[in-house]
């Protein structure tokens, strides 16, 4: 059996033979969470930044300032296209769009949120918006066909609500009776239930 001196010894001749290693471990793990720290240091900034960047954009926006608009999301579209922010800074520039009757550049902007966003919620709200565009320009087969995917269950009744719309505005009015009822069953339920009721009203659809 080992004595104790014989241990230490031994002890001593493997750290001498590992220490470096594992002091290299070390140094590489906590070199390792400095960086992460890091990383997220910078991202919670610059999510910071584009805010400010976006809260100055809607303000511009609300109060008609059109060069500001176009300036704030130029910044958010350039510095910060990997945030959200970026995504919600084109929402407000094609809402801007629409305010002026450029639907052109309008869809322009929504269709590239929607090639961006995947399945992020805010694809979704882009969606809805550059059908509702599209059906302004009397481009309804393309409105329709921007509704044609799966939506979560939370956009169902705008979603169905805006399809029947679109029918209506096409003189489809069996169609958009179907969507205007579903619209009416959906969970959760429409945002102005009354209106809703008067246009299934208007085409002799029963409530």
Known sequence: M???????????????????????????????????????????????????????MIEALSAG?????????????????????????????????VA????????????QVVGKAAQNPIAY???TRLAAVQAQAGQYDA???????????EFAAGVEELRGDIYALQGKSAEAIEAYQKARLADPQPANGEFLQQKLDDLGGRG
């Open 2 to 56: 080992e004595t104790e001196e014989e241990q230490v010894e031994k002890l001593k001749a493997w750290f001498k033979e590992n220490g470096a290693s594992i002091v290299l471990g070390i140094i590489i793990g906590v070199g390792g969470i400095g960086g992460y720290n890091y990383w997220m240091h910078v991202q919670e900034t610059k999510a910071a930044e584009a805010s400010s960047h976006y809260t100055q």
């Open 65 to 97: 300032n059109n060069d500001t608009v176009q300036q704030q999301a130029e910044i958010l579209l350039s510095d910060y296209a990997s945030t959200d922010y970026a995504l919600m800074g084109q929402l407000a520039l094609a809402k801007s769009h």
């Open 100 to 111: 002026n009757g450029d639907f052109e550049n309008a869809e322009a902007a929504l269709q």
């Open 125 to 127: 709200v882009a969606r």
């Open 143 to 153: 409105a329709l066909t921007s509704l044609a995917i799966e939506f979560p269950g």
